[in-house]
């Protein structure tokens, strides 16, 4: 009776279901063992590999959270990652680096990612450059991180188009005062655009070297991401 209850344990440690790859969950899977790996890191600065629960995890995921650091402060936006899990938040990842690059990371420490609709690779210098000249439409709006504006289907090119001088002039409306409508309107532009070339200021000239840099931090592979070593030989740094 002993050895009749081993044989099938046995034949379900080698049994493959239909669901592999799929975007549903089987029994078979449903009843396996929740795999348990290290979690290290503050939310929104994780690495690919620990949010998909990978048990060999070293330095580099170190390295990816100094990435985001970087891409925070290029972008001018803070937090840059925000999710409630660790599924939102690797795909919030696949909305900057790309879903087949996010698929093809995970293969090689053998994670299988399936994603339902392809997210391109978005390009760091355009995209850091167009948060950063969007930063006070967005002001105070703390639910509002880059990520997410991806994955809801917002172009970057409709979202710049939207400049905030038209919200002042419909609060004021509902005032029913014309003078204070205009003085609202004559207000907005006077201040706000200094604002922003003091926060601009510099930043269109980052050097090319820096998003080299980011882009290595960032790389979904641990294996080939940039080690802490190698990041102080980088020729952002050569002249300090």
């Known amino acids: 009776q002993s050895s009749s209850q081993k044989a099938p344990r046995s034949l379900q440690q080698g049994l493959t279901c239909n669901c592999y790859l799929t975007d549903r969950v089987c029994n078979i899977c ?48 803070y937090p840059f990652f925000k999710a409630s899990d660790d599924l939102l938040a690797l795909t919030q990842i696949m909305t900057i680096r790309g879903s087949r690059e996010t698929i093809r990371a995970a293969k090689t420490f053998g994670k299988a990612v399936v994603c339902s609709r392809e997210l391109p690779r978005q390009d760091l210098r355009t995209l850091c450059e167009m948060l950063r000249g969007r930063r006070s439409t967005l002001e105070g709006d703390d639910d509002v991180t880059p990520a997410a504006e991806v994955k809801a289907g917002q172009s970057w090119h409709q979202t710049r188009d939207e400049t905030p001088t038209s919200q002042p002039a419909d609060r004021t409306r509902k005032d029913g005062s014309g003078e204070q409508s205009t003085c609202s309107k004559t207000a907005g532009p006077t201040t706000r655009p200094s604002d922003e070339e003091g926060d601009q200021r510099g930043w269109d000239k980052v050097p090319d070297e820096a998003y080299d840099l980011l882009d290595q931090l960032l790389d979904l592979n641990p294996s080939t991401r940039i080690t802490a070593a190698a990041a102080l030989q980088h020729p952002l740094f050569k002249d300090l």
């Open 30 to 77: 449903m009843a396996r063992k929740q795999q348990v790996a290290p979690r290290a890191g503050t939310p929104g600065f994780r690495a690919p590999e620990v949010l998909t629960k990978c048990p060999n995890q070293g330095t580099a995921i170190d390295m990816w959270s100094a990435g985001v650091i970087l891409l925070s402060l290029l972008s001018g936006r």
